[in-house]
């Protein structure tokens, strides 16, 4: 493994990082919030660290899947620490660990938070907030791939460490050109969210924050109650339709973008999706009807509606306390937050083709169990599942169980109530943001114990990255044979194994 590819591109990725930071300094100068400062030392901090490693290290001319995993972990790692120094600097969260969760929080999109007051920010945070969500939701290396050279040698391997699900659609025969397709339809998507928040009557600074959080499906929001707090049904269907179309493949999107709708038609994995989802809704706003938990058909259809697919796309919104809802509709949530998004989208969770795949699986198993002779064949979409993807997705639900189990064990081992630190494990993992308890839609991590929240962190991250990229770099054979860096102020001399 080469180390010096891995410290230049990580230097260039910091590089990036540290100039959208203008960004959020501009918005802070233009609402005179008093934060601008903390912006340009955090850009100061980020351009000389990643300036060392990008200068410094001599990359060499490929990058293999190994350090594609870790240009992937370690990016995000580095990323999550450049996003909390503003918090940080500021003060707004004097913890260094709790300003690392809430910019984690942001990048990886699960938009779990400690924050009691987001208000209290001001909007040059509340935009960064924010911005780290879009910029999590459909991938920092991704975006990299798009826009820096640097970053395209070697592409292929980046994309699959960093994109979501068990398959990768390649929609040009260049990676930059499909990581530039990628961010052209979730741009596209976003400035259409905006505008129509615009006429909803939201103000220009809410509709910019929220169409990044929904397009990300974080759920970060520039206000405490949350998308509740502007009580207004034409914000809540808006918003509700960008989280369907977040959760959904962006492959599928841009077909229909380019006349290939049929695509939508034959992928039983959105069948499956909006099946799930509105087969969900439609129970939810029965039962909580019938609780009398709302007083009409139309008010039960609305927030039902709301949580439903806050929690199916893991994007984590809220409109109403559903910690209060029946316990029949917390379990629909619960097992929402396990399904999560499509393949190929922002959102998180297990992703519903593993599960479709997975039902399928166990269905053709029983099968063969009452006619042993049978010949069933595993097929999606017509057609036939390699053997090899069928395998990863067992492989990986195991690894998804085990390491859910173990986390619960060491959060609830910090004396949090089972309901609690199971949740809260579950709400990072999947990357949702609230869970139930102490951390239900109207509460926060706040009182976390702060090694319970090193452990939520880990959650967030190996969850956003589908745990394998992470997995891979706690391996010590993984790390045999890794060459050190060549440093530009040696590159004559020969490095010992390198």
Known sequence: MKLGTIGANLGWLLIFLSITLIVPLGVSLYYNDGNWSYFLKAAIVGLTIGGFLAFACIPEQDIGHRE?????????????????LPYYFSSAIPSFIDAYFESMSGFTTTGSTILNEVESLGQGLLFWRALTHWLGGMGIIVLSLAILPILG??????????????????????????????????????VSEVALLLLAGMDLFNAVCHAFATMATGGFSTITASVGGFNSPWVDYIIVFFMILAGMNFALHYRLLTGRG????????????????????????????????????????????????????????????????????????????FLGGMAGSTGGGIKNVRILLFLKFTSVHIKKLIHPRVVETLKLDGKKVPADVMQSILAYLSLYLTFLVLAIFVVTSQGLDLVTGATSVIATLNNIGPGLGGVGPVRNFADIPAVSKIVLILCMVAGRLELYTIAVLLVPDYWKGSRRPIWRWKKNVQTPGG
Request: proline share 3%.
């Open 262 to 337: 049929k695509d939508l038609l034959e992928s039983s994995e959105l069948k499956f999706y909006l099946t799930v989802g509105f087969g969900g809704t439609i129970l939810l706003t029965l039962i909580n009807l019938h609780h009398d938990t709302y007083k009409s058909l139309a008010e039960s259809f609305r927030f039902s509606l709301f949580q439903a697919w806050s929690i199916l796309t893991t994007t984590g919104f809220g409109t109403a306390d559903f910690d209060q809802w029946a316990p029949v509709c917390q379990f629909i949530l619960v097992a929402f937050m």
């Open 153 to 190: 040698i070697g592409g292929m391997q980046l994309f699959q460490a960093e994109m979501p699900g068990p398959t990768k659609d390649r929609l040009a025969p260049r990676i930059q050109d499909t990581a530039r397709i990628l961010w052209g339809v979730y741009l596209f998507f976003t």
């Open 68 to 84: 594609g995993f870790a240009i992937v972990g370690f990016g995000w790692i580095l990323s999550a620490f450049l996003g909390a």
